[in-house]
């Protein structure tokens, strides 16, 4: 198997970033994605409230890499050439979770014949508050 081919192999990451608030509770954390060059892989993560008021929530995708000395550094979706964020499609992008309810975010991973080697992205979920 020539070389590029085995890059082609290699793991994918999509990892989902916890939530940074008490609000909202994001499962599953973290996925690994195995595709070849080409191929096509669906998912979904669940989005819940748990707190007491309707939260309005954003999703959006971003380029990740950590410093050598540990610092996590977030960039543009496709500033990094190892960038998983051009092949991947989400839906709902913007929306309101009810107290106690549970919001299913489907997602979508084409990964292009030409793309090969590992490649990662994050997926940062922003809180738009107790909704009036």
Known sequence: ??????????ALALALAQAA?????????GLDL????????????LVKNVSEEAQ????????????????????APGALARSLAP?????PADFEVAPGQVQEVQFAV????????PRWTVCMLRQRGPSA
């Open 110 to 117: 084409e990964l292009p014949e030409e793309a090969g080697g």
């Open 56 to 75: 309005g929530v954003s999703v959006e995708l971003v380029d990740y890499f950590q410093t050598v000395d540990g610092q996590n550094q977030f960039l």
């Open 21 to 29: 608030w008490a609000s909202i509770s994001v499962a599953p954390l």
């Open 1 to 10: 198997m020539p070389w590029t081919r085995r890059i082609a192999l290699a």
């Open 87 to 91: 092949y991947v499609t989400y839906a």
């Open 34 to 45: 195995t595709l070849a060059a080409g191929q096509r892989a669906v998912g979904s993560f």
